[in-house]
């Protein structure tokens, strides 16, 4: 799998570029196919950015990311 720095995952917010992007657990998915992440956009949470430490405030599991395609990984920051 390609690995995005985190610069290169901010990007992909829907704003910058028709991508919508988000990271979980170092893996980088690919939510544009959801009505919900329009525009980047979701409730409080916004795309190209790791939402690995906000899932505990969301109203369902990390399940959620197995509707998306997973598209790359997010490069840790040591390197």
Known sequence: ????TKAQLALRNG??????WCAY???????GSSRLWRNGHHYEHWAGQDL???LGDAPHTEKVF???SAIGKLQSPEK
Not at 15 to 20: G, L, T, Y
Not at 25 to 31: E, L, M, P, R
């Open 66 to 68: 197995e509707r998306f």
């Open 15 to 20: 704003q910058d570029r028709e991508e919508i």
């Open 52 to 54: 690995t430490k906000e």
């Open 25 to 31: 657990k170092g893996i980088i998915y690919d939510v």
């Open 1 to 4: 799998m390609k690995e995005y």
